[in-house]
């Protein structure tokens, strides 16, 4: 009992917490980060060029809707108002007021006030209105009033203190804070008959429409002029805004009414329902009080904040639903049940109605996916599946997560995917008919059948199988497509089905099925129409949705042909849940799932219409026109500015120098850095859905880098040049020392040389003379050893004769002992030999070098031949010889034949030259 008080108790502050929550046009905050000014904004106005101009305290702020800008006025003092009028931006401030006009890509202001003594030396006035009628231009201040007809101005003073001056059917009129609302006629100023309820009040608004005029009061609420009475909105939300207090007020084309309060935010009016939305710091809203409110050319709202600047799309097709407490968690599936929305998130299933949201009892925990049949609701929950029709919740089954529930296509059966496999439901309306395929007792994530007993189941983590059953659904075969097509990262597999086919986006490639090879194969029509695809979604047979690129796409399937609708990134930025992106279509309305909630919008047609596009080119701060020339490594910034904020913001690609890719702008800026020297080229693409088209183009010129340039080019030619130069002339003394050098070498080589060859010369000569010397004195010592053998032994003999003849008388002994002495003092054999031999030796290269030249000859021609060196004559050769002088003639003859030597030629000279 007690846990049951709890958890009610529990649901009833979860419902109190959450019941503000409520769909929420889209909005933008910028603060003072983005445009780098101070907090606040006292007055919003979008110029002819549609930048939307901020009063921003000390600065004048611009946004084009793709960078900020900010100026300060001369004197430095704070900007209170801005009204446009042409080209010009009219500014009120601290005893100033001017215009600002656009040049050169940059804002210049012209005093008109100054030098002309408007306002005195003891009076602290601000101009904190500026209004424009019959010509004039209006600066208002508290406590005076200055008419400006283009020349001259003309300064009214008040006789009271004033809130702010209102233009309403032509008329002037003036709001005192005391004696009520006066109109302005000529010199004088009339009480306005009837308002006498106003006095005391501080006005902040004189608003007319549709033929009623409402005055909003600071703290007493709107009153209502129709017919000529006054009274009280009769209108509960008057009584809010009496403790709101209204700062500013203004009226939209749709019929509705925007309010800015000091302290609760904005209240948005629907005249068309009588339903009003509060839009604060609660919900989305920066900050709470609005100082300022202006309207662009899209009719969306642009609220000045007391810290900041607000956008907001009140006409866009797109709605959010916001949860700032972190009740209701993230979103994983979001339909729509006549008025009501039901949510599933990670903290249960949620249902919106009423602007109230609140937890379904006992939903607790991880819901996964809503799926549509017939009336019916099937909810995938952690805890298994529930079903709510008619307001009524109620659980299903036990089984755990129901990730999907996808109808087959070739009957009236549905296959669920779920933690731990397939459930098959064979009748929608009959639940109990229900089976769970075995054989595969895995987490699937999606499942599809386009065929009989075949169904496709994709793993959680990774893997697609292939699962075959028989008619009473019992499993015959699971197969793992992937590993058999040997896809190797097959992780976050995806099934997609379009038009009874089904595809695979695995890995951001897809494939299908080839039932005859057994493989899945690469799917030509949508690899080459939809490539980095990340996520997909099915819609309807037509339509579907994909995450590419961090970018979402709607893409209608019309025939052949895909149309592309993007969404802008703004509506979703950060907030998408990665790979569980659902979409829930309602007639024309689409509801797509987000981690803090959920957004709603429709989808426009082809966008076919003219944009006024305009670009502004800036190189280092300095606006260029086409077909400038820019710096080397420099860098360019492209404003590609379309003048719209909103919805109908347009889709811009451009191309670089005829590349064959479109690239897409991102928030209007091309900035292009490292571009190569030459001529280059920007195209400025609109993409419909279905086309590009071309809108704009800029053409431009990078210079060629200083060190590139004709003067470089120059200095580069003449510092070569002079190197060159410097080398030639260096390498010409280089060459000449050389060749003085090598001169002086040849020279001394020379001198060395003919030292050399004198020297070898003396040597040789000197050699050739000690040869001879030796030649001479071997043949000396030959002549003397062959003379001193004859002489000795001619000297033995004759003292041996001698002897005989002292000694013997008797003739015929002394004849016989003579005869016997000359033969026994003759030169024996041995000592005969002992002489050739030592002759042979004295002369033995002489004997060598005439055996190799004449091999013919023999001993006794060699031993003639040594006689004859050693200049013998034929007397004194016989006796060497043992023959007589006749015989050696003879020898001689033969030998000069063997010599073949002609009859002039001397023997004994050409032995001696041999």
């Known amino acids: 009992m007690k846990s049951n008080l709890l958890n009610f108790f529990f649901l009833f502050l979860l419902t109190f917490q959450i019941q503000a929550q409520e769909l929420l046009p889209f909005v933008e905050n910028y603060n003072k980060s983005n445009y780098e000014g101070d907090n606040q904004i006292w007055s919003v106005a979008q110029g002819n060029d549609n930048a939307m101009y901020f ?38 401030s601290y005893k100033e007021f001017g215009y600002w006009y656009r040049e050169a890509g940059k804002m210049k202001y012209v005093s008109i006030s100054k030098n002309r003594k408007v306002f005195d030396e003891n009076e602290n006035e601000e101009v904190w209105k500026i209004f424009k009628l019959n010509d004039l231009i209006y600066f208002q201040s508290f406590n005076q009033i200055f008419v400006y007809n283009g020349k001259s101005i003309k300064k009214t003073k008040l006789p009271f203190l004033i809130s702010y001056c209102f233009v309403v059917n032509n008329q002037l009129l003036v709001a005192s804070v005391e004696h009520g609302v006066f109109v302005v006629n000529g010199n004088k100023l009339n009480p306005v008959k009837g308002w006498g309820a106003l006095k005391n009040n501080v006005i902040h608004a004189i608003e007319k429409h549709r033929n009623k005029i409402y005055i909003f009061t600071h703290k007493k609420g709107i009153f ?51 339903s009003f939305k509060n839009i604060n710091r609660k919900n989305v809203l920066m900050n709470n009080s609005i100082l300022s409110i202006g309207l662009d050319k899209e009719d969306d709202l642009w609220l000045g904040l007391d810290n900041g600047i607000a956008h907001i799309e009140v006409t ?64 995938g929950h952690n805890e298994g599946t529930f079903l709510y029709e008619n307001g009524q919740f109620s659980k299903v089954n036990m089984i755990n997560g129901g990730w999907n529930l996808t109808k087959s296509s070739i009957d009236n059966s549905y296959f669920q995917a779920t933690y731990s496999g397939v459930v098959v439901y064979k009748d929608i309306n009959n639940l109990e008919q229900k089976v769970v395929l075995k054989g595969l007792r895995k987490p699937i994530k999606y499942v599809a059948q386009n065929r009989k007993n075949e169904v496709w189941a994709a793993d959680n983590y990774r893997g697609l199988y292939r699962i075959l059953y028989n008619d009473n659904y019992e499993t015959q075969k699971v197969e793992n497509v992937t590993q058999h097509s040997k896809i190797e990262n097959d992780f976050g597999v995806k099934i997609f089905e379009f038009r009874n086919e089904i595809l695979f986006l695995i890995n951001k490639t897809w494939y299908t099925y080839n039932s005859i090879a057994n493989q899945l194969e690469k799917n030509d029509l949508f690899n080459s129409n939809f490539n980095n695809i990340s996520d997909v979604a099915a819609i309807d047979e037509n339509h579907f949705i994909l995450l590419q ?26 907030k998408i849940i990665n790979d569980n992106l659902n979409v829930f279509k309602n007639n024309n309305n689409y509801l797509l799932n987000l981690d803090d909630g959920f957004i709603s919008f429709q989808l426009k047609d082809i966008n076919k219409q003219k944009l006024d596009l305009k670009v502004e080119v800036f190189n280092d701060e300095n606006l260029i026109e086409n077909n400038s020339s820019i710096n080397y490594n420099s860098e360019l910034r492209i404003n590609v500015i379309s003048g719209l904020f909103g919805a109908a913001k347009p889709n811009l690609f451009y191309k670089i120098n005829n590349e064959n890719n479109f690239r897409s702008i991102k928030d209007g800026l091309i900035v292009l850095n490292n571009l190569n020297s030459g001529s280059h080229s920007i195209e400025i693409f609109n993409h419909d859905g279905l086309s590009y088209s071309k809108i704009s183009s800029f053409d431009f010129i990078v210079a060629k880098p200083w060190y590139f340039s004709f003067w470089m080019l120059l200095f580069y030619l003449s510092f070569i040049a002079g190197i060159l130069y410097i080398y030639y002339r260096w390498n010409k003394m280089r060459y000449l020392q050389k060749l003085e050098l090598r001169e002086e070498e040849l020279r001394h080589q020379k001198e060395i040389l003919e030292m050399e060859l004198k020297a070898e010369n003396d040597l040789n000569s ?29 000297s033995e003999m004759i003292e041996k004769i001698q002897g005989i003849l002292d000694s013997e008388t008797d003739f015929n002994k002394l004849k016989s002992e003579i005869k016997k002495a000359i ?12 002489f050739e031999n030592n002759l042979n030796q004295i002369h033995n290269e002489f004997v060598t070098n005439l055996s190799q030249k004449y091999p013919n000859l023999t001993s006794k021609d060699i031993k003639l031949c040594i006689y004859l060196k050693m200049n013998l004559s034929s007397k004194e050769i016989a006796p060497l010889m043992n023959i007589s002088f006749r015989g050696v003639e003879l020898h001689r003859y033969r030998l000069r034949k063997k010599l073949n030597l002609v009859q002039d030629e001397n023997l004994s000279n050409f032995l001696l030259n041999l």
Do not use: C
């Open 549 to 574: 690129d961090g970018l979402l796409y709607h893409i209608y399937a019309n025939g052949n042909k895909f149309i592309w609708n993007s969404i802008q990134e703004k509506y979703y930025k950060g």
């Open 823 to 834: 033969k026994i003092n003759a030169v024996n054999k041995h000592e005969w030999e002992t």
């Open 55 to 92: 009063a921003n305290n000390h600065y004048l702020v611009r946004y084009n809707g793709v960078v900020w800008e900010k100026y300060t006025l001369p004197n430095k003092t704070i900007i209170r108002s801005i009204m446009v009028d042409g080209d010009k931006v009219y500014s009120g």
């Open 316 to 379: 866009s097709p797109v709605s959010i639903f916001y949860d700032n407490s972190g009740v209701l968690g993230s979103v994983y599936s979001v339909v729509n049940v006549n008025k009501e929305y039901l949510m599933a998130s990670n903290h249960g299933i949620f249902k919106y109605a009423d602007k109230k949201l609140s937890l379904i009892p006992n939903s607790q925990g991880q819901g996964w996916n809503i799926s549509k049949v017939n009336h019916k609701y099937f909810i």
């Open 224 to 274: 209502i002029e129709d017919k000529g009475h006054l009274t009280a909105w009769d209108n509960p939300l008057n009584e809010v805004l009496k403790n709101a207090n209204i700062n500013v007020a203004r009226f939209l084309k749709s019929n509705k009414l925007i309010i800015g309060t000091a302290g609760e935010g904005v209240y948005m009016f629907d005249f068309n329902d009588n």
């Open 766 to 794: 000197q050699e050739y003379q000690k040869h001879i010397l030796e030649l001479e004195l071997q043949t000396k010592s030959s002549e003397v050893a062959g003379k001193s053998l004859s002489i000795a032994k001619q």
